[in-house]
């Protein structure tokens, strides 16, 4: 499909254990954002990439959380020693820049459940 | 501190009539706004949006009025229909009005009775 991917879409973990959620964007976006989606919330800012380099990651909440976009295209996001609190929706979105008023389009998300 | 508020988490409304729902922002350096909504097991997907220096825009059905002074937003959905019926999310960009960081609120449940 040509919208933006998101693998697993569901991933059970145990405490403490590392994880890595995968973000295929739309082709030809340069920019790449993670949001985190807690129950009866709306989703929270993490990071923004503009090509390879994350150009804002004041959203991360601590140094647990980590992302990465090598080649510009596909990003990871990877979060270590998992807590029960880092259950979430992990969603990833990609715009075609990120200029003014740029529409930014959504994948479905990962489901992230910490036991 | 919640920038980005929406009070209601649900609404019910008849196929038909109109659905008006609502948001409050608090930061005035807020200048675009846009309306996602989201199905379950989905991610959210663009609506409709609005700059500052507007107080209304039109797509179709759904209509957003802002009103700056009162920090005030809301969509109108007329007709309402049964696959409207969504999670509704309101979200706030600024000053530059890029994509990057939006701030969302918490969401309005949709639900269109048939």
């Known amino acids: 499909g040509a919208g933006v991917s998101q693998t697993p879409s569901n991933k059970v973990t145990e405490k403490g254990k590392y994880v890595e959620l995968r973000c295929d964007p739309i082709?030809?976006?340069?920019?790449l954002y993670w949001y985190r989606q807690s129950l009866g919330q709306g989703p929270e800012f993490l990071i923004y990439?503009?090509?390879?380099?994350?150009?804002?990651d004041s959203g991360l909440p601590n140094d647990r959380f980590f992302a990465v976009r090598p080649e510009g295209s596909v990003s990871t996001l990877k979060i270590q020693r998992t807590e029960r609190g880092d259950s979430a929706v992990y969603l990833c979105?990609?715009?075609?820049?990120?200029?003014?008023?740029?529409?930014?389009?959504f994948g479905q998300g990962t489901r992230l459940t910490v036991v | 501190d919640q920038q980005v508020k929406q009070n209601s988490p649900s609404l019910s409304v008849q196929e038909g009539r109109i659905s008006i729902l609502n948001c409050d922002y608090t930061?005035?350096?807020?200048?675009?706004f846009l309306w996602y909504k989201k199905y379950p097991a989905e991610g959210p997907t663009f609506l409709i949006s609005?700059?500052?220096?507007?107080d209304k825009n039109e797509d179709g059905r759904f209509t957003v009025f802002l009103n700056k002074s009162a920090k005030h937003l809301s969509l109108h959905i007329v007709p309402s229909q049964p696959g409207d019926s969504a999670v509704y999310f309101c979200?706030?960009?600024?000053?530059?009005?890029?994509?990057?960081?939006?701030?969302f609120g918490s969401g309005t449940q949709l639900t269109v009775l048939p």
């Open positions: 979105a990609s715009s075609l820049s990120p200029g003014a008023n740029t529409e930014a389009f």
């Open positions: 082709s030809g976006h340069t920019a």
């Open positions: 990439f503009q090509g390879t380099g994350a150009a804002d």
């Open positions: 930061n005035s350096m807020f200048d675009y």
């Open positions: 609005i700059s500052s220096i507007k």
């Open positions: 979200a706030a960009s600024g000053p530059s009005g890029s994509a990057r960081q939006l701030t």
